[in-house]
């Protein structure tokens, strides 16, 4: 069983005034497919995303999905945290993401990143439980495919 880390970075959320919604349904989802998935809410922030990222690399995480603060707002810096951790960008996963939600406005304010960090995957999703559910299959859909290639395993072309 792979090993996933979600992780919401909501300021309410963390402090106890909102009830995360975008997270749970990010764990449901991968559970729902056999993924081991572990929630933590964090603060936003740069350095309180980085932490939470490496500490779930650390802890065995391949694949970190993070939920919320990848828009413009002032303390939107997931984007920040997360380059302050991947070695590589993979913006072909996040351009995909962003094309899926285009018709919502919020969408296209959306600053999310993709990456490598050693041999595990790191997506940024927006806080919605919408654009959550909306992004996960196809998070799932090429997650293996990654997780093997960052493992250094042969692949083909098709």
Do not use: K, Y
């Not at 309180?48 to 413009?72: C, H």
């Not at 050693?118 to 806080?127: C, E, Q, S, Y």
């Amino acid at each position: 069983m792979i090993r996933a880390a979600v992780i919401t970075v909501s300021d309410r959320s963390f402090a106890g005034q909102r009830e995360d919604l975008a997270g749970p349904a990010a764990v449901q989802a991968l559970a729902d497919q056999g993924w081991q998935a572990d929630l933590r809410v964090v603060p936003d922030g740069s350095a309180s995303v980085s932490g939470a990222i490496r500490a779930a690399i650390a802890s065995g995480a391949r694949l970190v999905v993070t939920t919320g603060g990848t828009g413009i707002a002032p303390r939107d810096e997931t984007p920040e945290g997360t380059r302050e951790v991947i070695d590589r960008e993979i913006p072909g996963i996040s351009d995909a993401l962003r094309a899926l939600g285009s018709e919502a406005p919020g969408a296209l304010l959306s600053r999310g990143v993709a990456g490598a960090s050693g041999d595990a995957l790191v997506v940024n999703l927006p806080g919605s439980p919408r654009a959550v559910t909306e992004s996960m299959p196809l998070i799932l859909r090429v997650a293996p495919h990654a997780l093997a290639q960052l493992s250094g395993e042969v692949h083909a072309c098709r």
